[in-house]
């Protein structure tokens, strides 16, 4: 693994598991290079309920980030909210109107807020390119 994912994505999100990270190389749901030639790796992670993407170096061996993600839509009050990190948020800054992001402790983003969703994207028809799921809920 890189210092990078020894010193900061360890520290960031403690709560990751080295097997997790090794699962998504060895038994990948999918890959794919980077423009860089870094490779990204997703596995599906029960324990997370959700999806893992690692990144290694370009040989497809050195561990360098590892996060998971989630989407969340509310239609009550018509917000699309962006999960990057289970830490909670102690900061936010309205971006533009209705979109905030979130961060935890060292300025460290872990989420991002679009409030009144529907007057800034398309909700009835979200795509999500590029990413595995192995479960999707729409209204």
Same mark, same amino acid.
């Given at each position: 693994m890189t210092d990078y994912f020894r010193r900061d994505v360890l520290s960031k999100r403690p709560y990751l598991r080295l097997a997790w990270c090794l699962a998504a190389l060895e038994k990948p749901s999918r890959r794919e290079v980077q423009p860089d030639e870094r490779i990204r790796y997703w596995t599906y992670v029960p324990e997370l309920g959700r999806y893992l993407r690692v990144v290694t170096l370009e040989y497809g061996v050195t561990l360098h980030n590892a996060f998971p993600m989630r989407l969340s839509y509310d239609p009550q009050t018509d917000s699309l909210y962006i999960h990057l990190s289970e &830490?909670?948020? *102690?900061?936010? $800054? /309205? *971006?533009? $109107?209705? !979109? !905030?992001? $979130?961060?935890? /402790?060292?300025?460290?983003? !872990?989420?991002? $807020?679009? &409030?009144?969703?529907? &007057?800034? !994207?398309?909700? /009835?028809?979200?795509?999500v390119s590029r990413l595995p799921f192995r479960e999707m809920e729409a209204a």
């Open positions: &830490q909670p948020s *102690v900061d936010s $800054d /309205e *971006v533009a $109107d209705g !979109v !905030v992001l $979130d961060f935890a /402790e060292n300025r460290i983003l !872990v989420g991002i $807020d679009i &409030q009144h969703a529907s &007057q800034h !994207v398309d909700i /009835e028809r979200l795509t």
